[in-house]
């Protein structure tokens, strides 16, 4: 189906160096998706073997607990390059030219700052569970079966890394927007029309078909 948003490329750097960074995100969100999959056999697994073997999983819920950053945060910077957060569609869509860039920037330069401040705060967390002098690295361990947590707990300032890059990269092309007065910048989400948008559905829908 497609997006509320579309992201235009061209031969720029800046759009070279987009395009890269989205094929780490669409990874990271594939892995994302096939780690809901995998919970979801983990289930049927569990509840398998409660009901045949009188005997469920083993450790069910720490998997549950080292698989949630994965699920939670791996796919935020795809859905950032792509517009799918929540965001002010009635407010911004009435924008058009430099004053929506500007408003663009700004949104984007307050969430720049706030994921800075989360990726030294989740790091922080992160090493106060390694340890490289402890068994398995780690200074703290899941209650069933003793899974490390450091695992788990990097994965949040990797994926908010990502996202941080994500967000720079964002603000140079609205600064380069700004600047240049372009009505079609590259390496941003442009919000499209529901006419725009339902046309686009019915191609990608009639596409399948074929």
């Known amino acids: 189906m497609a997006g509320t948003a579309t992201v235009l490329t061209d031969d720029s750097r800046l759009s070279r160096v987009d395009q890269g960074l989205h094929k780490l995100e669409l ?18 697994i ?30 935020i910077s795809y859905t950032q390059r792509n517009g799918g957060h929540v965001r002010m569609d009635m407010l911004v869509g009435a924008l058009k030219g430099r004053p929506l860039y500007i408003a663009e920037l700004i949104t984007t330069l307050a969430m720049f700052v706030f994921m800075v401040l989360m990726v030294w705060g989740t790091w922080a967390h ?40 994500r967000l720079a990269l964002q603000i140079v092309a609205y600064l380069r927007a700004i600047i240049t007065g372009t009505d079609n ?7 499209i029309d529901m006419a725009t948008q339902a046309a686009m559905e019915a191609e990608s829908v009639s596409g399948k078909d074929e």
């Open 185 to 191: 910048p590259v390496a941003v989400p442009l919000p």
């Open 126 to 165: 992160f090493q106060r569970s390694f340890d490289f002098g402890m068994p398995l690295w780690s200074r703290d361990s899941s209650m069933d079966i003793s899974l490390p947590l450091w695992p788990a707990k990097l994965l949040a300032p990797v994926a908010f890394g990502v996202l941080t890059v």
């Open 46 to 75: 569990s509840v398998g073997g409660r009901n045949f073997f009188n005997q469920p999983l083993p450790g069910y819920v720490d998997w549950i607990q080292q698989a949630m950053p994965l699920i939670a945060f791996m796919g």
């Open 27 to 44: 990874m990271l969100a594939l892995l994302s998706g096939l780690t809901v999959f995998g919970l979801m056999l983990l289930a049927v």
